[in-house]
């Protein structure tokens, strides 16, 4: 299954996708979510272990992890990108999105935006995911714009060329930031 077909069926089995990435040789002991999880492994090398059976999945695999299930994460000596698909049962609190975010390496920040302002069409070097708190706010990439309101949620991958304007009350919000590409040596 490519990319596209994955996110599509992602989206139509009521998941919202994520895109992440994992050090080299990182290690999560057992734990669980609350949420279902199904992942395409676009890069690198992943193994999970359930019910004491690991099993390692490669670029092109997928598997899946469903709510409350006990699993451990071993990534491999390159690393892992991958496309994930979250379903929550319930709507996404904003204490769960923060706790998503800590889970995953981003750092969080609680900030606003003055009624009116806007960013021209720009991009970032670090991935950015954004849950809005209060007010509204607009965010146009690839000719597309679409309007964010309390308790809804966007990400904005590092490099995507993005444009903002903020609704008429402004905006409130809480915003993830991490830098997921390897240093330069």
Known sequence: ????????????????????????????????????????????????????????????????????????????????????????????TAAAFESD????????????????SGEELHAHDFDARIMVLGGEITVCRDNTAMTFKAGEHCEIPAGCVHATQVGPEGVAFMVGNAYRRAAAT
Do not use: W, Y
């Open 101 to 116: 975010l800590r889970r995953e390496g981003f750092e969080v920040v609680h900030g606003g935006l003055k009624a009116g």
């Open 1 to 92: 299954m490519d990319r596209i077909e994955f996110e599509t069926a992602l989206r139509q089995d009521g998941f919202r996708p994520v895109n992440t990435s994992q050090a080299p040789n990182l290690i999560t002991p057992n734990h669980c979510h609350d949420f279902d999880t199904r992942v395409l492994v676009l890069g690198g090398e992943i193994t999970i272990t359930r019910d004491n059976a690991a099993t390692a999945f490669r670029a092109g695999e997928c598997f899946e992890v469903p709510a409350g299930s006990m699993h451990a994460e071993h990534v491999g000596s390159e690393g892992v990108a991958l496309l994930a698909g979250r379903r929550r049962h319930g709507v996404l």
